[in-house]
């Protein structure tokens, strides 16, 4: 088997707190959770990074997040979610299988937002039409 933690979680060689399973999708708690319901939604599949993962593959995961979010909202009272995906190391990625953070919302639960910075116009339109041209098919 290749030797990744979650491609074992996946496959049930590794013990964890499933939520949900289908064909293409595994969903299980976080082991370090942000709140509780806290749940990491994969593609079984394995993808080092969402950069890599098919549109395939992202989609069906995105589709079961909104499912298992449903689900945590009910089963614990959460009024909302954040949806993260760390994309690469530099981003925060530990577990190099590509991975959907679904951490459930209450009110004054003290967790922070990203910061911000000033970026210039100047900047931000060069970015912007560099980005575009990227894109054009
Ligand atoms: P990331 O920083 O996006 O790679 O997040 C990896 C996540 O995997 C962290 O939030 C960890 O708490 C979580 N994690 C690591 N090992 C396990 C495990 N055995 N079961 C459940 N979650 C895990
Ligand atoms: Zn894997």
Known sequence: MHDCLFCKIASGAIPSHKVYEDDKVFAFLDIAPV???HTLVIPKQHFDSCDETT??????????V???ARAA?????AEGYNVGINCGAVAGQVVMHTHVHMMPRFPDDGLL???KRAVSESE???TAADMAELLKN
Request: charged share 20%; glycine share 12%.
């Open 35 to 37: 709140n509780v319901g």
């Open 55 to 64: 549109d395939e593959a992202m989609a069906a995961a995105m589709a079961a």
């Open 66 to 68: 909104r499912k298992v």
């Open 73 to 77: 909202m009910a089963a614990t009272g």
């Open 113 to 115: 937002h990203w910061g």
């Open 124 to 126: 931000m339109q060069k």
